[in-house]
């Protein structure tokens, strides 16, 4: 399968312009999110394979039977309708794949990483009216159908098994050593999943240094949210100078530095000395 590379900076800066405007609006549409930030990925998803993958989730969702009861009959639905018949469902292998990142690919491949079979699993599950929500379990994201009391997880990675309390233990477990915390299992908010998304994305670009444009791009999705750590500012800086864009790279450098000397004086100093180096790089 072809590599996928960013689009020219007119399609690119058009693209940004909806994201922003999309994760600022009222209620941000999840699945159109996300396949912005797969056109920011790959150039050759245009206006109509956009579309087309809208379609695919609208017609994914009438498969479904009419609403068929309570949290546990829709998980189960979702994992005959996704998991068994449509054959979506995870692999080690997606984890070295950027297009398991991108909701477009993972409908046709029908393969990805944990949140973005969930991302499937719960826009479909949202078309037909199933009461349906992410759930940011460290390490690995699942979806939850119905309210606290009477809750069930499913883990679209595993083709949509419906998990027990032992089960989401487990994961977390290998996650993080820890037990699980009643906060784990709290609605993920939809710009939540979308920094999510882009982390992972980051991760894949980190450990291939030649994909940096990767990197950047992801960096500066992640920037448009309306929230979102202080420090990938730092990180985007430091990408401009691994890039050879020493003097945009210093500046950003030595504007994060004014920011970080209000609570960190040591560090601030630190990354001035970042910037003298990547100015010094011009000579």
């Keep these: 399968m072809r590599p996928p590379y960013p689009p020219s900076p007119e399609r690119s800066a058009e693209l940004r312009r909806r994201f922003a405007e999309e994760a600022r609006s009222e209620r941000p549409d999840l699945s159109a999110l996300c396949l912005l930030v797969g056109a920011e990925a790959d150039r050759e998803l245009d206006e109509a394979g956009m579309d087309a993958a809208q379609v695919e989730l609208d017609r994914l969702a009438g498969l479904l039977p009419y609403r068929p009861g309570g949290p546990r009959a829709w998980a189960l639905a979702l994992r005959e309708l996704l998991g068994e018949r449509m054959g979506f469902g995870g692999s080690p292998a997606d984890y070295q794949r950027l297009e398991s990142s991108l909701l477009h690919e993972v409908l046709v491949r029908r393969g990805g990483l944990p949140i973005l079979l969930s991302v499937v699993w719960m826009e479909v599950?949202?078309?037909?009216?199933?009461?349906?929500y992410g759930v940011a379990l460290p390490g690995h994201f699942v979806v939850g159908?119905?309210?606290?009391?009477?809750?069930?997880?499913?883990?679209?990675?595993?083709?949509?098994?419906?998990?027990t309390g032992a089960d989401a233990e487990v994961l977390v477990a290998g996650a993080t050593g820890t037990g699980l915390d009643p906060a784990m299992l709290r609605p993920a908010d939809p710009l939540d999943v979308v920094l999510r998304m882009l982390n992972n994305v980051r991760a894949?670009?980190?450990?291939?240094?030649?994909?940096?444009?990767?990197?950047?791009?992801?960096?500066?999705?992640?920037l448009l949210l309306p929230s979102h750590p202080a420090r990938l500012r730092y990180e985007r800086a430091r990408l401009l100078v691994q890039?050879?864009?020493y003097v945009p790279g210093a500046l950003e450098l030595e504007a994060y530095a004014d920011v970080v000397a209000a609570v960190d004086l040591p560090a601030a100093e630190r990354v001035r000395r970042e910037a003298f180096a990547a100015r010094a790089m011009l000579n």
């Design 145 to 163: 159908f119905g309210p606290d009391e009477g809750r069930v997880l499913a883990d679209p990675f595993d083709g949509g098994r419906v998990l």
């Design 125 to 132: 599950a949202r078309r037909a009216g199933a009461p349906v």
């Design 243 to 245: 890039r050879g864009d």
């Design 204 to 222: 894949w670009a980190a450990a291939r240094p030649e994909r940096s444009d990767v990197s950047l791009w992801a960096v500066e999705l992640s």
